[in-house]
């Protein structure tokens, strides 16, 4: 099949390699003229592990390409995915400026190739708002006019940055929302590769297939709010998050997924998606009070943990001069995506109090300077990173933080604090090691 990826981010990009890789012709679009040069060099403009590869391979195969020219893109493309952003507005709506965007630079091409061309399958990959795929095809249908044939269809999207390519190819589910037969059995033929696991592709009805995707967000980010409101809780009576999370975890019907206490989540899904629910369920005039307090405890969340800082030093004149060092800038491992991170908030709030920041991250440093400018000193080394400070904050788990040289951190430091927003280390370990060490969930350890 020939197919056309709108958008080379974490998605479109993932996506576009991924489909090359079983035999089809991509073209990746970007209106980002920067990203497209660099794919056009060979440089991914993300890290994923294993992408750069998947993406050599089959460019040099002849079946990916990259390109800024619109007409190109969707002249000859049998499916068109739409992979663009979805983010939040100010007020929490989904801003669909991107996917508007997209639907008419498609239209164009349409109505340029006449009323006699195939009917090309449009792909909402993004995540939007349920109604928003049919509403964009009354867009596109607005402007071609009558005669023009087109297909629409929503298949939202479930990889995790640091896993995609490994989620890609062998998805739990895959979900297809359509209007016809014909388009669902063109998917069935284009993710049969994916599924021979023996995983389903549900076929539904478009509406329900958007819903998907926010219904499964929702989920996951009440599981993350609810173990962080259970640590919370935990922390004011003396329990210990860890050994609660064990035995209420090893129930079957509960399972062990996504209910690990920390800083709360982040990344460019959750936050939003969770949003977008609230504001659905306005829109209708529905009660979202689950999701809404889904929201607000992720908000505390880190606030909460930079009051345990703010404690600390209290003591000392506050924040005021004092060094943190963190480890961990980008929303989670295995990724260079900063977006809604727990670390920018942190760094930003010690910023405003007057410390002195200065951060690590094994893959996100770049997008940190971008993102942060001359406030915090990015370093290349996590040791680096940590020299004179008065505090280390674990900010994301990735695994080179998960048995550090203690030794060597209490002769470079100033002080010895460490506050632990990933539970990564055991409490006894670090007060024997003369460290005060916070961590959520469980109670503060003082040096021995
Ligand atoms: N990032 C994830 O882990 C993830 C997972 C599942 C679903 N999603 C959803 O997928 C969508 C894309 O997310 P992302 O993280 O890949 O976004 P992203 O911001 O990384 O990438 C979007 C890309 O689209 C490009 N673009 C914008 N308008 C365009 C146009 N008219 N033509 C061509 N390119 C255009 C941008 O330049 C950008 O490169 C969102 O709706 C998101 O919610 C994301």
Redesign the pocket.
Known sequence: MRLTM?????????TGVCFSNTGNHVIC????AG?IEKLNKGVC??YEPGLTELMERNVAAGRLEFT?D?SKAYRDADMIFI?????SDERGHTDLK??H??A??IADVLKSLGPKQTPKVIVM????PVGTTLAVRDRIRARVGPEIPFRVADN??????GA?IDDFNKPDRVVVGVEDEATGNAFKDLYDPFVRNGHPIYLMDILSAEMV?YASNNFLATKISFINEMANLCEAYGADINRVREGMCSDKRIGNAFLYPGLGYG???FP??TLACIMMGETRGLSVSVSKAVHDTNQKQRDRFFDKIQGHFKSQGGLSGKTLAFWGIAFKPRTD?I?EAPALTLMRKALGYGALVRGFDPVANENARRELGSGPVILEDMYEAAKGADALVISTDWDEFKSPDFGRLAQIMRGKVIFDGRNLYRRGQLGEKGFWYYSVGRAPVKPA
Request: glycine share 12%; hydrophobic share 30%.
């Open positions: 709108v958008g080379t981010g974490y998605v479109g990009l993932v679009l970007d209106v980002d990203k403009p993300i800024t619109k992979c663009v952003g979805t983010p991107y996917v965007g997209a008419d630079d990959k993004s995540t939007v939202p999207e479930f990889l995790k940055e995609a995707k990344g460019s899904c939003k998606d995506d977006r």
